[in-house]
């Protein structure tokens, strides 16, 4: 993964330097201005991870520029955390109605900076990569989460998502009743998640349409699985309407235009386990769950499969 970017505009260039210096030690990549519009040109043409923003600034006050960044769209959503001696609250909301992400007074405590700088990049990343049916963490955020679980060297499975006979039933109801499906998933996966995983933190992700990916510890994913198809498959028939609840079925059409009788939508899942084999990359282990899907959607019903290929 690529290296965070810093902006850091300060007109106090020995501050500067030193809190450069710190975070190319730490693995960042810096760049650096010391006036007002020096800042705002080159946080446009840099596009920063995060920006430190001194209010004390020789052209335009730091509050004025933080102002003018949050109305040009590419720094709409960047993170901004101001620097300031002042130490006093009313100087702290002025950053903040200004439209700043957060607030730290000089001299520079090194190692907040990089705890506020480090959490100011992954909220951005987890808000701007959020689904918006879900609000679960998208695609950057998934890789990201497995790509630092394999650089731990820790022992965790990652558990894949499907709906199975979903385009039908989206198909029969409609979007809004497939939205409903879709949180429905949503919410089963992240409950049983949550409520079993005893042993570290869990992680639930959105890849997008029908698809999701869950992180948990390699000894509780069976248990996780099972307790998914559990809830799923007592909660998915609430979505159907009531002579398809009493009949078991809907009634669509297939690709070549002919009628067919489709069951309830089920509950697909793979897990993949890091014990098993060694992954370097997180695509490895999408690759995988890609060959194992199509088996766990084969059963017709809710069901889950593993890399050690033995259907449960």
């Not at 989460?145 to 394999?150: D, N, P």
């Not at 939508?265 to 098993?276: M, R």
């Not at 490895?284 to 290929?309: C, H, N, P, Q």
């Amino acid at each position: 993964m690529a290296a965070s970017k810093v902006l850091i505009i300060d007109d106090e260039v020995n501050i500067a330097h030193f809190v450069g210096d710190f975070l190319e030690e730490n693995g960042f990549v810096v760049g650096m201005v010391h006036t007002g519009r020096e800042g705002l040109k080159a946080a446009m043409e840099q596009f920063p991870d995060v920006i430190l923003l001194d209010v004390d600034l020789p052209d335009i006050n730091g509050y004025a520029v933080c102002s003018a960044m949050r109305q040009k769209n590419a720094l709409r959503n960047k993170p901004i955390l101001m620097l300031t001696s002042l130490n006093d609250q009313q100087n702290e909301l002025a950053g903040l109605k200004a439209g700043a992400d957060d607030y730290l007074t000089k001299p520079i405590n090194t190692s907040r900076l990089l705890a506020r700088i480090n959490t100011a990049i992954h909220r951005n990343i987890r808000e701007l990569d959020a689904n918006p049916l879900t609000h679960l963490p998208g695609n950057a955020s998934i890789f990201q989460e497995i790509e630092r679980r394999l650089k731990n060297n820790a022992a965790f499975s990652v558990i894949y998502a499907d709906l199975n006979d979903f385009k039908a039933f989206n198909d029969v109801y409609g979007f809004f009743r497939g939205d409903q499906a879709i949180k429905l998933a949503a919410q089963c996966i992240t409950f049983c998640v949550e409520s079993h995983v005893k042993q570290g933190l869990s992680f639930v992700g959105h890849v997008g349409g029908d698809d999701f990916v869950a992180v948990v510890h390699a000894d509780e994913a069976e248990a996780v699985c099972k307790d998914i198809i559990a809830r799923f498959d007592s909660m998915i028939p609430q979505l159907y309407d009531e002579k398809d609840q009493q009949r078991g079925y809907i009634e669509g059409k297939s690709r070549q235009g002919q009628s067919v009788r489709y069951s309830f939508v089920s509950i697909a899942l793979v897990i993949v386990n890091s014990t098993e084999r060694k992954f370097q990359h997180p695509g490895e282990i999408s690759s995988l769950s890609s060959e194992l899907k199509t088996w766990a959607k084969s059963f017709g019903k809710s069901a889950y499969v593993t890399d050690r290929r033995k259907p449960q």
